[in-house]
């Protein structure tokens, strides 16, 4: 986030639920790393009516000017759907969707990767902190906690699965 988005983030949105230990360990960790204040939130699946943190949020409150990046684990097909629900907060700019993981597959379309598709449905940068080509490449016949995860084989199926449903 640091790299692709520098100080243009003011605030990390998590979707509920995975989305909210990454948007919360993200701002713990941007502090500790650059001295960067990032406020967090996430949704919540159904709104709270009573108590001190009532409403649709959890977390920061989202204010007028925020710069939102939106944080998941891997590409956010719902994007529409929040980026409506955190520009009805507030009048945010959503500056991107930063994933864990880039899959690498092929879009809802067909045609691009799902990165790529959801970036030009929506409007704003998309990005991915590793690629299932890296993680392949990190993992191939090489052990983990003792353990080759992808050898050979697995690496053959890997390979068949990305030829008919990987991203060109």
């Given at each position: 986030?640091?790299?692709?988005?520098?100080?243009?983030?003011?605030?990390?949105?998590?979707?509920?639920?995975?989305?909210?230990?990454?948007?919360?360990?993200?701002?713990?960790?941007?502090?500790?790393?650059?001295?960067?204040?990032?406020?967090?939130?996430?949704?919540?699946?159904?709104?709270?009516?009573?108590?001190?943190?009532?409403?649709?949020?959890?977390?920061?409150k989202l204010?007028?000017?925020?710069?939102?990046?939106?944080?998941?684990?891997?590409?956010?097909?719902?994007?529409?759907?929040?980026?409506?629900?955190?520009?009805?907060?507030?009048?945010?700019?959503?500056?991107?969707?930063?994933?864990?993981?880039?899959?690498?597959?092929?879009?809802?379309?067909?045609?691009?990767?799902?990165?790529?598709e959801v970036?030009?449905?929506?409007?704003?940068?998309?990005?991915?902190?590793?690629?299932?080509?890296?993680?392949?490449?990190?993992?191939?016949?090489?052990?983990?906690?003792?353990?080759?995860?992808?050898?050979?084989?697995?690496?053959?199926?890997?390979?068949?699965?990305?030829?008919?449903?990987?991203?060109?």
């Open positions: 986030i640091h790299d692709k988005y520098g100080k243009e983030c003011d605030v990390l949105f998590g979707p509920a639920y995975k989305g909210i230990p990454l948007a919360v360990v993200t701002a713990i960790a941007f502090h500790e790393l650059y001295g960067k204040e990032i406020r967090y939130c996430s949704d919540r699946k159904e709104e709270k009516d009573h108590g001190a943190d009532k409403g649709s949020f959890l977390g920061s204010q007028d000017g925020d710069r939102v990046v939106m944080i998941e684990d891997v590409t956010l097909y719902e994007a529409k759907q929040y980026k409506e629900k955190v520009r009805g907060a507030a009048n945010v700019e959503i500056v991107g969707l930063m994933v864990s993981l880039d899959r690498m597959e092929v879009g809802k379309g067909g045609v691009k990767c799902a990165l790529d970036k030009d449905l929506y409007g704003f940068e998309t990005n991915a902190i590793v690629t299932m080509a890296e993680v392949v490449e990190h993992l191939h016949n090489n052990p983990c906690n003792g353990e080759v995860v992808i050898d050979d084989t697995i690496k053959a199926a890997i390979d068949t699965y990305y030829a008919q449903y990987g991203a060109k």
